[in-house]
């Protein structure tokens, strides 16, 4: 079988008790590699987005417009692409139309603006149509970069979507070809409903919604990266299982998945926690570690379904370990403190990491969250002293990290981009651990 094109991903079975539990480059020159690595070190884009106008005189208008432009907005600030132009110094005027733009108002000072997005919006009927535009302004003989109509009903949530699909667009011309990651969801553990169920919201922190409702006790979701199921671990019949359901419909799914899409999981069924490798519907179950002391949760390398990266407590306080897929070639990463929750970035470069360094009776130190460049096993530190911060995920993009954090007191989830910076938190409501985000 060629591993090399798997299209694979985890699902960390809690079933067990984990066991609780290099190079340091200077801060110029980790920041360097980090964002040389995940895209981030791109010279930023200057750009102006002013609200887009209204195109009819439909009483939603107002509504409408509010949404997409707050979503619009957001979204390209998040992106960490953009110097965003503060709407302060724009000039006066709504821009609805190409007609509209007056191109040195918005490429000289103030503004100094290189791009400028603009549009409309307006509602006929049941229907909203969105017209939108991103210009060079720099370049007045040929500005248009983009241009898009978007139509659909005359909801919210509709008016959101457009926002996002014309966000990434924009992303995806002037972010170096990546895709953008508006439209991704993230999956998470929340026990506001007054049991650990599965939940999932938009990648911003919008639609937060339950996924499921099985009244016991699911953890640990993890989506596959066609993005058409999720795994996750959960009491039933009074034992962990590992369910798989399908993440359009949250019912168990019938239908097989690709015979290259494979499970790597953590078991205690011979009595010390160990990986195994499986179909997904349990079968070919092949066992990868073997040697006293936990071995949990196993992450896949996306980029090549070949490599494992997982927790091992076998030589006391858990490491940070990675193996192929068969359990050769076993690699140590971390060589101190107390390391878990292992994430791989979609380059299969990087790890992402939870780690308290210093560990032990007195010693200073909190769980704090790593990037390690594999080859040279070089790390930098993201997060700094700010309650717990554990199981970090990776957006597609490779840009964006959520992660469950202590900080603000109970476990909420979130967001960073991947150099540490533009921390911001997505859920408020009850305790919410454990996210993982969608690959599309």
Known sequence: ???????????????????????LLSPALAQDWIRTGTGLGVEHVRIAVPDFKASTQDAKNPDMLKVFNDTLWNDLDNAGLFDLVSKSFYPLGLVGAPADVK?????????????????????????VTVQGWLYDVKNVASPQVLGKQYQDAATSDAVRIIAHKFADEIIFRLG????????????????????????????DGANQRQV?????????????????????????????EILM???????????????????????????????????????????VTAYPGPDVSPVWNPKTGAQIAWVSGRTGLPQIYTMEVDGTNVQRLTDQGYAVSPAWHPSGQFLAFSWMRR????????????????????????THDG???????????????????????GEQIWTMLADGTQQKQLTFSGSNSQPNWSWK
């Open 176 to 203: 170096g070809g990546v895709q953008g990651i508006a439209e991704t969801k993230i999956y998470f553990v929340s026990s506001r409903s007054g049991h650990k169920e599965i939940w999932a919201m938009d990648y």
């Open 212 to 240: 499921t409702h099985l009244g016991s006790i699911s953890l640990s979701p993890r989506i596959s990266p066609d993005g058409s199921r999720i795994a996750f671990s959960s009491i039933s019949r009074g034992a962990w």
């Open 245 to 287: 359901y399908s993440a359009e419909s949250f019912k168990r799914p019938f239908l097989p998945l690709s015979p290259f899409t494979k499970l790597a999981f953590s078991s205690s069924r011979t009595g010390d926690p160990e990986i195994y490798v499986a179909d997904p519907a349990g079968g070919n179950l092949k066992r």
């Open 103 to 127: 191109f040195e108002s918005w490429s000289a000072p103030p503004p100094n603006a290189s791009m400028l997005v603009f549009g409309n919006l307006g509602v006929t009927g049941a229907n």
């Open 387 to 409: 309650g717990r911060n554990d199981f970090p995920s990776w957006s597609p993009d490779g840009r964006h990290i959520v992660f469950q954090s202590s900080r603000a007191g």
């Open 359 to 382: 560990y032990g009776p007195g010693a200073p130190g909190s769980n704090d969250l790593y990037m390690m460049n594999i080859a040279g096993k070089q790390w930098v530190q993201l």
């Open 1 to 23: 079988m060629n591993f090399s094109n798997l299209k694979s991903f985890i699902c960390r079975t809690t079933a067990i008790t984990v066991m609780l539990g290099m190079l």
